[in-house]
């Protein structure tokens, strides 16, 4: 199993593709600390997990826009587990406004909670990983092209993949690999509340919609040994959507 005694933290992995990345990290061994901001679905989620080792994952209550909570995950994992190895910066969330109709408030949520929440984790990773550690950053395609009434979560998701180039250059030297994901259209809560998709502002066939599963796996690929010589990588994980003309 690749993920044998490794620690790996998985923010938002109540539900979606957090939690289908929680449990392909957990079938490959890894020992998991499932973060999310709400109790009550961690637990359900955590019930969910079957760990080929028995290992128990270690549930953590965190809103990762609050540093001193990403602090606090990151410590008990290394206390609980004894070492801390991959980190995937999922938590994220959007809201639908037009431009002009936005406050400052929306923007400081998104970007505390879409931007912040990972860099608090990866400054955690910089302080506590040693030499072979994986960052893995959950961006989107809204980084690269988008739609109207996300101006928020789009200028967040792109400042992430800037995050990502970053963190990948000051990684290199401590021997811990960055890199980002830039999912298209994944069958999860978040895309069928989605009120773009819903007024058809934003069109997405059904062959365009992928399972939290194909992020899951290409997570598991970047966190492991297999990629070791990829850093600061961009990857669209969309089923070619973004190439068509
Ligand atoms: P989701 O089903 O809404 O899951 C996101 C999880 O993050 C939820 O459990 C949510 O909890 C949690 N969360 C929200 N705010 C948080 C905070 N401050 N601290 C900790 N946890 C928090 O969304 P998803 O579709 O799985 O998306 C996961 C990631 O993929 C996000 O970063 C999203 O931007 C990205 N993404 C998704 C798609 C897609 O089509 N689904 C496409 C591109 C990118 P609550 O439910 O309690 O809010």
């Known amino acids: 199993m690749k993920f044998n005694n490794k620690t790996v933290i998985v923010t938002g992995a109540a539900g979606g593709i957090g939690l289908a990345i929680a449990k392909k990290f957990a079938a490959e061994g890894a020992n998991l600390v499932l973060a999310d901001i709400n109790m009550d679905q961690l637990q359900t ?3 969910q997990i079957a760990s080929p080792n028995g290992v128990i ?7 990762v826009s609050e540093e001193e909570q990403a602090v606090a995950t990151v410590t008990n994992a290394m206390q609980h587990f004894g ?14 406004k037009k431009l002009e109709e936005h406050t400052t408030e929306d923007w400081m949520r998104i970007l505390s909670v879409d931007l912040m929440g990972a860099f608090y984790f990866i400054k955690g990773a910089f ?11 959950i961006s989107s395609i809204h980084a690269l092209e ?11 998701k792109a400042a992430l993949l800037s995050l990502t180039r970053s963190a990948a250059i000051e990684g290199k030297e401590k021997g811990i690999r960055v890199n980002a994901i830039l999912p298209g ?3 999860t809560p978040m895309l069928w509340q989605n ?17 939290p599963e194909d992020i899951a796996d290409v997570a598991a690929f970047l966190a492991s040994d297999e990629a070791a010589f990829v850093q600061g990588a961009m990857a669209e994980v969309d089923g070619g959507r973004l190439n068509r003309l």
């Not at 009120?195 to 399972?211: F, R, T, W």
């Open 45 to 47: 989620a955590g019930r």
């Open 57 to 63: 994952p270690l549930l953590s209550q965190c809103d």
């Open 83 to 96: 070492s801390l190895d991959v980190i995937i910066n999922n938590a994220g969330l959007m809201i639908f």
């Open 127 to 137: 302080l506590h990983m040693k030499n072979g550690g994986a960052i893995i950053n």
């Open 146 to 156: 988008t739609t109207p009434m996300v101006a928020t979560y789009a200028a967040a």
């Open 185 to 187: 259209a994944i069958d």
């Open 195 to 211: 009120p773009n998709i819903k007024a058809g502002l934003e069109q997405v066939s059904k062959d365009s919609v992928g399972k």
